[in-house]
């Protein structure tokens, strides 16, 4: 008989899922919204995922900004410039954030779903904060740009004090950068005492590792047709099983080939 689906299939399938919002702040937003109300897990087990892609869409733009503020800067503060500069590579070679997989099961018996929602909050206060000094950094520079640029994209001559402000704002924007990822950094650990009980399971590294595998797959995979076995289409139950058998033989080109078929079969399911 086939061995029935796993706990953890959902999650290493929400990563391919197609996006269900416009961006990944809205994401973020509605989950935020639902893991309030969540009362058995099953929200939750989608936290760290959302996060994880909310926080490459702000990494990219905490970098456009910090490279617009620099070559905006003056000789005079070139130097400084140097520096934050040093501080973009460090944010982000240093603070990837890490996608954990944990199945509502484990949240509930473990009692850490309420544990959860509260990190959470803390984390969108701190998300919160950072949006407000993106936005005061965002709109000084524009400011500096209407008031000091000239046609061919060059500054003219600006202010000290308009330029030290741009600093200002743009430290703040990288301090408060670094407070956010250790608050995910707190809501991660807030998870990770729980792999020391005996009944847990730890597999988040042997799963990272196959999300990374199958995003590759997916990057590289032929836009030609592969055929799927006309068995494993007859339920949700079978393709369930042929996927994970799929998964087990380490063939990632066809996993990513029966999802896309999958998700035309059953395009509200769990693919």
């Known amino acids: 008989t086939s061995p029935p689906p796993s706990p953890f299939l ?4 929400a990563a391919f899922q197609p996006q269900a919002y416009d961006d990944e702040e809205e994401a973020w937003r509605c989950h935020v ?3 309030l109300t969540d009362t058995d897990g099953s929200s939750a087990v989608y936290t760290f995922h959302v996060f994880s892609r909310l926080f490459q869409v702000i990494q990219r733009r905490f970098g456009a900004i910090t490279h617009e503020s ?18 973009l ?8 954030c890490p996608t954990v997989f944990v199945d509502a099961e484990t949240l509930m018996s473990c009692g850490l779903l309420e544990t959860l929602k509260f990190s959470v909050l803390e984390l969108q206060e701190h998300l919160d904060t950072y949006n407000a000094k993106r936005e005061a950094a965002e709109q000084w520079l524009k400011d500096c740009k209407r008031t000091f640029g000239t046609d061919d994209g060059i500054h003219g001559a600006s202010t000290d004090a308009q330029e030290l402000e741009l600093c ?9 950068l670094l407070l956010l990822f250790q608050a995910y ?9 729980v792999k020391k009980e005996a009944e847990v399971i730890n597999m988040s590294e042997e799963l990272a590792q196959l999300e990374a595998c199958l995003k590759e797959a997916a990057a590289y995979s032929s836009i030609e047709d592969t ?4 068995a494993s289409q007859s339920s949700t139950e079978t393709a369930i099983h042929s996927l994970i058998e799929t998964l087990r033989n380490k063939e990632f080109f066809s996993a990513i080939a029966q999802v896309k078929a999958f998700r035309c079969i059953w395009p509200n399911d769990i693919f």
């Not at 800067?73 to 934050?84: A, D, H, V, Y």
């Not at 590579?89 to 990837?96: A, I």
């Not at 950094?185 to 005492?193: E, H, T």
Request: proline share 2%; charged share 20%; with cysteine.
């Open 89 to 96: 590579e460090v944010m982000t070679t240093y603070s990837e």
């Open 185 to 193: 950094c707190k809501l991660i650990s807030q998870v990770n005492v």
């Open 10 to 13: 959902s999650a290493i399938l």
């Open 227 to 230: 055929d799927i076995p006309e």
């Open 70 to 87: 620099v070559s905006f800067l003056g000789e005079n503060l070139q130097r400084i410039g140097t520096k934050f500069k040093s501080s």
């Open 33 to 35: 919204n639902q893991l």
């Open 168 to 176: 200002r704002r743009l430290y703040k924007l990288h301090f408060q």
